[in-house]
């Protein structure tokens, strides 16, 4: 079982930057594929950075250059620094975590707003 838990969002302004950062319980997290996910108002969830165990990380098109991801096995924590907020980045960003398998089961995190407005 691992539990995450995110903090870090907030209110920035238009070109802002903020840290989100997801704390995993357990004893496996250095093995774990982790990723952040945001879903806005009427929108499905979608897959913004991840990172695999192995530090190989991928990014959705509209956050390339803008958004960073990166993981500290040490303190089983994996962070995601946003740069350059736009007003279409508001949503509520998760945490998500899976053993790089097939049908692995992905576990969730709360969850943590990030609003951007002048």
């Known amino acids: 079982q691992v539990q995450l838990v995110e903090s870090g969002g907030g209110l920035v302004q238009p070109g802002g930057s903020l840290r989100l950062s997801c704390a995993a319980s357990?004893?496996?997290?250095?093995?774990?594929?982790m990723g952040w996910y945001r879903q806005g108002p009427g929108k499905e969830r979608e897959l913004v950075a991840g990172?695999?165990?192995?530090?190989?990380?991928n990014y959705a098109d509209y956050v390339k250059g803008r958004f960073t991801i990166a993981r500290d096995n040490a303190k089983n924590t994996v962070y995601l620094q946003m740069n350059s907020l736009k007003p279409e980045d508001p949503a509520v960003y998760y945490c998500?975590?899976?053993?790089?398998?097939?049908?692995?089961?992905?576990?969730w995190g709360q969850g943590t707003q990030v609003t951007v407005s002048s």
């Open positions: 998500n975590a899976h053993l790089p398998i097939i049908n692995a089961h992905h576990y």
């Open positions: 357990g004893s496996i997290f250095s093995i774990l594929a």
């Open positions: 990172v695999t165990p192995g530090g190989s990380t």
